[in-house]
């Protein structure tokens, strides 16, 4: 497999307000790391809950929403990546355990701010298996990816899904056989994100909204927000230079201004 050569910066907690970790390995349950050198633009975020194979404890969620805000104000970030830091798992989903010890008032609050959580990463959980209905979106997000009648299937038995399968009904972009080192998918995530990198970052943001927007009303709404977020982008700096680039038929060098 060809590797690219970057530097690595060291992992570092954001920490949440007024959260403790419940004693993962590193202090902290989520850490960021930027990359240096031909991959810098892109951010790593390392989900390090061991203890809980990533699950979606209070913790856990709190110093993750705490370092997506802060990350979002950071315009040297391009391309985030979610890491797992444990090892044969990404996330386990909802911490049942800790949920099981909350009163009703304070589920209906945590899975409210999950909810928000999932809008910013795009995921739901399907947790019908252990007699719940699904509350982080996945009874709104699954229809919308795969139509309502395969939704209520998995939804209904909470049948578990390989890479494969889930590749070819469209909820994963890519499945990959694991290498070696255990890290195919994030070898292949990386190469993505280095495909991404080098494009106008305004363009993409602005791209990302006008889908994200765009999917949850009808296709004339649809096409107004597209409108709004072309208008945003036609001042900029970085569309000048892509049109001059072309022109002269060279590499445009974005600045995200």
Request: hydrophobic share 45%; with cysteine; proline share 4%.
């Amino acid at each position: 497999m060809l590797r690219v050569l970057c530097l690595l910066r060291p992992w570092r907690p954001l920490r949440a307000r007024g959260c403790a970790s419940d004693g993962a390995a590193g202090g902290s349950e989520i850490q960021v790391r930027a990359l240096a050198g031909p991959d810098q633009g892109i951010t790593e975020i390392l989900m390090n809950r061991p203890s809980a194979r990533n699950a979606l404890g209070n913790v856990f969620v709190s110093e993750l929403l705490e370092t997506l805000a802060q990350l979002r104000e950071d315009r040297q970030v391009r391309v985030l990546l979610f890491r797992s830091g444990v090892k044969g798992v990404f996330c386990a989903g909802a911490d049942l355990k800790e949920r099981e010890q909350m009163s009703e008032a304070e589920v209906g609050v945590f899975v409210q701010r999950l909810r928000g959580l999932m809008n910013d990463i795009v995921m739901g959980l399907i947790e019908t298996t252990r007699g719940l209905l699904p509350g982080a979106g996945g009874t709104q997000r699954l229809p919308r990816c795969l139509g309502v009648a395969l939704a209520k299937e998995l939804i209904f038995t909470g049948r578990r899904l390989s890479g494969t399968e889930a590749h070819v009904l469209g909820l994963v972009n890519h499945a990959v056989a694991q290498n070696e080192e255990g890290d195919a998918a994030y070898q292949r995530a990386r190469a993505l994100a280095q495909e991404i990198l080098p494009q106008a970052p305004i363009a993409v943001r602005l791209g990302k909204v006008a889908i994200d927007r765009g999917t949850e009303v009808d296709i004339a709404s649809g096409m107004a927000i597209e409108g709004m977020c072309y208008a945003q982008n036609i001042p900029t700096r970085d569309r000048l230079e892509g049109m001059a680039a072309f022109r002269e038929k060279r590499t445009p060098k974005f600045v995200g201004k």
